[in-house]
């Protein structure tokens, strides 16, 4: 197969993993409130959790997680075991979990289907993270505004990675790629007081 084919269709793949609307297809399931016209609107675990408990929280953010996974193992297979399936794969199912097609492109903030990518990949990144975010959270913006200290710590975090404990090449490409997206989703959350 060309490579060039081999790159789109392990693309457009990504991306429709990265749709799936879990938190959509939960609300309807369990007869809940449909996430995207309730709570924050976004249709992830944090949203889902508020409106219909912790455990049909916990059920979306696991299947969100699992969607990168996915999308990854399936570009993987297309592409014939080319690394750079990861950033490929990563990157659009991520944006297909921000910006999914099945529901008119009304999605969730794609930490999730990014996360666990990332973990298992590069957790000294997600150890950064979460420093840089607690710092922030707990330090200057005093437990009000989650959304600026997600902005701020996660392209700290892939600078920090990328600086002093570089992974692989491939892996460098999946935190290149999610990152602008993750700041873009969360960036017209910048003035939301939890």
Known sequence: MNIYLQFILAGLAAYLIGS????????KLSGGPDVRYH???HIGGTNTMRLMGAWAGAAVTVVDALKGLLAWAVAYLIMMGNPYALPLAGTLAVSGHCWPIYTKFHGGMGLATAGAMVLLLSPQTI?????FWAILYIGIFKKKNSPRCVIIALPMAVIFTLLFVPPAAHVQGLLIGITPILVVRHLPEWNRIE
């Open 20 to 27: 799936f609307p879990t938190g959509v297809v939960v609300s």
């Open 39 to 41: 709570g924050s609107g």
């Open 127 to 131: 150890g950064f993270v979460i420093l």
